[in-house]
């Protein structure tokens, strides 16, 4: 499965989506507009594509911001037009699902997160809920004590260094959460 296809697939969410069923106390249309949501925050402004050409080495062009099922989901795109992080706001029941969804917990970010497949972050804080999905690694190649953490614990990542990109800028939003 390529970059494009994990990303536009939405795996980590396929779960979330069949055990909700959906649920919309936004505003928005048909036509994909983004919702208004009140007191949420726009998942384009938690990281910048400075943040993450810092991480990655790869400079984002620019952002795509859809609505998914009452969700504000922000893409970041390279120069060749592949989505490579995406952002997303979740609904409040997302971490009643955590047992069936986590690789290994993160400790230290927001007031709960953990690491799910595809290294994908999820974060809790007391404003939202998001996740965060890297498709590119860190190019640094340290990797942090959580990440390092959940690894050890979790012992399925093939590319662990894509886990520390979507901590890195986890942590990044959930600072601006």
């Known amino acids: ?4 296809s994990v990303l536009r697939s939405g795996l980590p969410c396929l779960l979330i989506a069949m055990l909700l069923g959906c649920s919309d ?5 048909a036509t ?4 208004v949501k009140t007191g949420w925050p726009d998942p384009c402004s938690l990281a ?4 993450f050409a810092a991480i990655t080495g790869v400079q984002a062009t620019h952002t795509k911001k859809e609505w998914d099922g009452g969700d504000s989901v922000c893409t970041w795109y390279d120069s060749a037009g592949y989505g490579e992080l ?3 706001e979740l609904g409040d029941d997302v971490f009643e699902l955590k047992p069936l969804m986590q690789l290994a917990p993160i400790a230290g970010l927001g007031e709960d997160a953990f690491l ?3 290294s994908t972050v999820y974060v809790k804080t007391a404003k939202a809920q998001i996740f965060v999905q890297s ?3 860190a190019i640094d190649g340290n990797l942090s004590a959580p990440i390092q953490a959940a690894d050890t614990s979790a012992k399925v990542h093939k590319d662990v ?3 520390e990109a979507s901590y890195r800028i986890a942590k990044i939003a959930a600072g601006k959460l």
């Open 32 to 35: 994909n507009n983004p919702p």
């Open 86 to 88: 995406v952002i997303r």
């Open 161 to 163: 260094r894509t886990s």
């Open 116 to 118: 799910s497949d595809y």
């Open 135 to 137: 498709l590119l690694p």
């Open 48 to 51: 910048s594509a400075t943040d």
């Open 25 to 29: 106390d936004s505003t928005g249309d």
């Open 1 to 4: 499965m390529n970059r494009q």
